[in-house]
């Protein structure tokens, strides 16, 4: 079968596209931001790309897959209708044709989705199951964001952004898991949700399709997702929590998974489970945020079979994901990383797993890109300066089309921020400020103009 992607250079389409050829189909695609590492990545697998999204790249092909990014009013959504074209959305296209026959292991969440698969996964491949997988990321163990797998599972990153115009569900209700992690609840996607009881909605939605002998595991130190599930549960529960949030019996039992005993670093800590310890996380992660992924990646695992002691073996293993508190260089003794973080929670999250990971009073600039539609609707800007607190500079990007001021923000920060409105602006600076020992945090969600190497540059 002949299918074309539209909106194949987003990582979830491109995934399926990737998918798409493993499985023996010719796959072409379309999209109007065609550039690497993405456009790399794709034409490696023998897919070809196609700039922009018009009629004649639709002639050919047997199906074609729609990217949510499609719309209305589109010259090849129009030649689609108007000819009448066998259409699907790409979670449509994964659940039909890929998780059919799998035993699905799906994370959902505001945060910590990528990194959450990611884990699971190895932890997975570590113990010889030949897990399939879907994550909006590049798992470093793995260094492709997407395959069919050999074995009976599959993990899925399963994301509550709309499918597609055509079905704005939100994706995840399409993977059927049976083994479903729900991470944490806040609200974003301003853009697609009216209030956060709308997102609550659609998770329980997800809630509602996962079968009685499946396993729910989730935050219990949420009470937005302790909302959700008293809508209605109808599978086994598995509850995890800090322990110093497990303030009495009831916690305790409910939240029988903890987290104790972290080492300074953040590095290390114990894992017990009905009070009973078994065993100690030492891998890479850093942050309370990373430490609350991989326990909820243990506890799935072990759903499917994996003993807990075999997964901590194997998160001495992991080796993170691509921009996920990435280090892509270090200059004059100066350290420079690239995140996605751009909500609140996340960027707070992230910066404390760097402060207790330094353990010393090394300065930390922030770096910050508001990309995400809801952070340009200034959604979230109430809360931006309150999490940039543990940075000692915070640099705030203020891009010509957000129309908010971000002024605001830096006054609230009170004299340790700068708003600057000029990449090359924020890499002079840089160059100028910045001193040996200092760790250099760069967050957003996109290119962030190649900020990274020309601070790189700048600094050398």
């Excluded at 104790?260 to 891998?283: A, I, N, P, Q, Y």
């Excluded at 992230?350 to 009073?361: S, V, Y």
Aim: aromatic letters at 6%; one cysteine or more.
């Amino acid at each position: 079968m002949h299918i074309h992607i539209l909106g194949i250079c987003g990582t979830f389409m491109g995934g399926v596209a990737v998918l798409a050829r493993q499985a023996g189909h010719k796959v072409t695609g379309s999209d109007e931001n065609v550039y690497p590492p993405m456009s790399t990545q794709l034409q490696e697998q023998g897919i070809d790309l196609m700039q922009g999204y018009y009629a004649e790249h639709l002639e050919q092909q047997d199906q074609v897959v729609v990217g949510n990014v499609m719309s209305r009013g589109n010259e090849a959504i129009e030649h689609v209708l108007n000819n009448n074209l066998s259409y699907t959305s790409g979670p449509q296209w994964l659940s039909e044709n890929v998780l059919k026959d799998k035993w699905v292991l799906a994370v959902a969440g505001t945060h910590g989705k990528t990194t959450t698969s990611s884990i699971l996964t190895w932890i997975l491949e570590y113990a010889g199951l030949q897990p399939g997988f879907l994550i909006g990321g590049v798992p470093a163990n793995f260094g492709v964001s997407a395959r069919l797998g050999g074995g009976s599972f599959f993990v899925v990153e399963a994301d509550e952004y709309d499918t597609a115009f055509f079905d704005k569900r939100s994706k995840f209700v399409h993977y059927h898991p049976r083994t479903l992690i729900l991470n944490n609840l806040e609200f974003d996607h301003a853009d697609i949700f009216e209030d956060l009881d709308d997102i609550k909605k659609q998770f329980h939605h997800l809630v509602r399709i996962v079968p009685g002998d499946g396993l729910i595991v989730h935050n219990g130190d949420e009470n937005n997702l302790d909302d959700v599930l008293a809508q209605g549960c109808w599978s086994q529960k598995a509850g995890f929590s800090h322990r110093d949030n497990a303030n009495n019996s009831s916690d305790l039992n409910e939240n029988a998974w903890l987290i104790s005993e972290v080492s300074e670093d953040g590095r290390r800590f114990d894992v017990s489970h009905l009070k009973k310890k078994l065993g100690t996380v030492d891998g890479h992660l850093l942050g309370p945020h990373n430490r609350m992924n991989a326990l909820a990646a243990i506890i799935a695992a072990q759903h499917v079979g994996v003993p807990v002691e075999q997964s901590i073996q194997a998160l001495k293993e992991f080796k993170g994901v691509k921009r996920r508190m990435e280090i892509i260089g270090e200059v004059k003794n100066k350290t420079i990383y690239d995140d996605f973080a751009h909500h609140p929670t996340a960027i707070k999250d992230t910066l404390q797993g760097l402060r207790d990971a330094i353990c010393d009073d090394s300065r930390i600039w922030a770096v910050l890109e508001p990309r995400s539609n809801t952070m340009r609707m200034g959604v979230h800007k109430q809360q931006l300066a309150s999490s940039l607190d543990l940075a000692d500079e915070v640099i705030l990007f203020q891009p010509a089309d957000v129309d908010w001021d971000m002024q605001s923000v830096v006054d609230e920060i009170d004299g340790a921020a700068r708003l600057i409105r000029s990449i090359e602006d924020i890499v002079a600076l840089l160059a100028e400020k910045s001193r040996a020992g200092d760790h250099i945090l760069v967050m957003s969600n996109g290119a962030f103009g190649g900020i990274h190497q020309k601070i790189l540059t700048a600094l050398a």
